[in-house]
């Protein structure tokens, strides 16, 4: 599968903004899902196609992909972001396409 | 509203089989592939397996070909995962996720736990 990394974990102070990247071969090229799953739920959709937010999803998510860097920016950050962010991507340049999940990022609103 | 609605997890052996099944609702099934992930306790998500609309492509990560596959049968909603020659390490909670448009999963299940031991 195509490898993502993310940092284990972001710190962040309520009201501030936090950034959270995700690192692939070429990630720019593809497009990147965002995912915010918190304790016990399923993961939810927050960004994708790099930088759209579906419906329900607060104008304070927003999403940048470039180079081998995708970025999930949330601004203003509540104490209800405090979640696990997975990012996601679509590789279709081996034999075998497949889907690759970054690690995951442990977000801490303190 | 979409739910999707896992079930067949449990308890099962090394070496041994098991079906999951996935009930779709709220949508129309066969505008959609459709995809399995896992997730073992307390690590992250793992794609498993994907599935076109009408079936005529799925797909597998490498680690999982020949031991996973995946189906669905549109005529009753329902997505299917058929494991086999299970091993300690596919101990996860099995989602079921809807693909959207741009290569995310858009509607995710809320799990059934698969748990290999002996």
């Known amino acids: 599968s195509y490898e993502l990394t993310q940092p284990p974990s972001v710190s962040v102070s309520p009201g501030q903004r936090a950034s959270i990247p995700c690192s692939g071969d070429k990630l720019g090229d593809k497009f990147v899902a965002w995912y915010q799953q918190k304790p016990g739920q399923s993961p939810v959709l927050v960004i994708y196609?790099?930088?759209?937010?579906p419906s329900g999803i607060p104008e304070r998510f927003s999403g940048s992909n470039s180079g081998n860097t995708a970025t999930l920016t949330i601004s203003g950050t509540q104490a209800m972001d405090e979640a696990d962010y997975f990012c996601?991507?679509?590789?279709?340049?081996?034999?075998?396409?497949?889907w690759g999940f970054g690690g995951g990022t442990k977000l801490t609103v303190l | 509203e979409v739910q999707l609605v896992e079930s067949g997890g449990g308890l099962v052996q090394p070496g041994r089989s098991l079906r999951l099944s996935c009930e779709a609702s709220g949508f129309k099934f066969d505008d959609y592939a459709m995809n399995w992930v896992r997730q073992a306790p307390g690590k992250g998500l793992e794609w498993v397996a994907g599935i076109s609309k009408s079936s005529g492509n799925r797909g597998y990560p490498e680690s999982l070909k020949g031991r996973f596959t995946i189906s669905r049968d549109n005529a009753k909603n329902t997505l299917y995962l058929q494991m086999s020659s299970l091993r300690l390490e596919d101990t996860a909670l099995y989602y079921c996720a809807r693909e959207g448009f741009f290569r995310d999963f858009d509607h995710w299940g809320r799990g059934t736990l698969v748990t290999v031991s002996s």
């Open positions: 196609q790099d930088t759209k937010r």
């Open positions: 996601q991507a679509w590789d279709s340049s081996t034999a075998s396409p497949s």
